[in-house]
């Protein structure tokens, strides 16, 4: 099946700095990237869609000048977390899927545990 | 709108255990998708099934059975015959096309504890 690589797995920073988490898709072409949040013992939460080669979409509440995502070419993402502070800890989880499809499968990343000190 | 309802926070099943994860969805689109995905403690979600809303078909792989029913807008999993490496969190999904914005809703997700 489609691989698709996260990294880092685990980070811990300071308040005040900056965390880049880098998306590939090591088998396909990933028209559009998603990144998620996941709270502990909750749902996947959408914070934005990125399509390559143009700017990214942000739900509702997400401040996209907290987070910077990078959608630079088709089998990479990022998404930096500018200045983080402690209540951006989070789980965050990247997917990808080869077309710009609703049927589309999304085959997803294992996650980066963010802990912010 | 959409939604997916997974009503089962957690279950807890003995190995070799039968069991069923429900999940039901609304939706006004005559056009959807849904999806299981198993997320292991590692975290990494993995994809099981997709089904589309033209394809009432049950269908089986292995230990694995998906259940779809349009008219209580429904699609439940079950996992015959269980073991300890199923405990995890399973994910429901629904994906609609210009209706739901192309988007994917996921539910709150079932944990299953299987005890050996």
């Known amino acids: 099946g489609a691989v698709v690589s996260q990294h880092p797995s685990r980070v811990i920073c300071k308040s005040g700095t900056s965390v880049k988490i880098e998306c590939r898709s090591l088998d396909f072409q990933a028209t559009t990237m998603f990144w998620y949040r996941q709270f502990p013992k909750q749902s996947l939460m959408l914070m934005a869609t990125s399509n390559e080669g143009s700017k990214a979409t942000y739900e509702q509440g997400v401040e996209k000048d907290k987070f910077l995502i990078n959608h630079a070419s088709l089998t990479l993402s990022t998404l930096t977390v500018t200045s983080a502070h402690p209540e951006d800890s989070s789980f965050y989880i990247c997917?990808?899927?080869?077309?710009?499809?609703?049927?589309?499968?999304?085959?997803f990343g294992a996650g980066t545990r963010l802990s912010v000190l | 709108a959409q939604k997916v309802t997974q009503a089962q926070t957690e279950i807890s099943v003995v190995e070799k255990e039968d069991v069923t994860l429900d999940c039901v969805y609304e939706?006004?689109?005559?056009?959807?998708?849904l999806f299981w995905y198993k997320q292991p403690p590692s975290g990494e979600l993995v994809f099981l099934i997709r089904?589309?809303?033209?394809?009432?078909q049950n269908e089986i792989s292995g230990r694995y059975s998906w259940n779809f029913q349009k008219s209580t807008s429904s699609f439940n999993f079950t996992i015959t015959a269980s073991q300890v490496v199923d405990s995890a969190v399973y994910f429901c999904a629904l994906s609609e096309g210009e209706g739901g914005g192309f988007k994917t809703i996921f539910g709150a997700g079932t944990r299953l504890f299987v005890k050996a």
């Open positions: 089904r589309n809303s033209f394809d009432e």
């Open positions: 939706t006004r689109d005559t056009t959807y998708y």
């Open positions: 997917s990808a899927k080869p077309g710009t499809g609703f049927e589309d499968i999304q085959y």
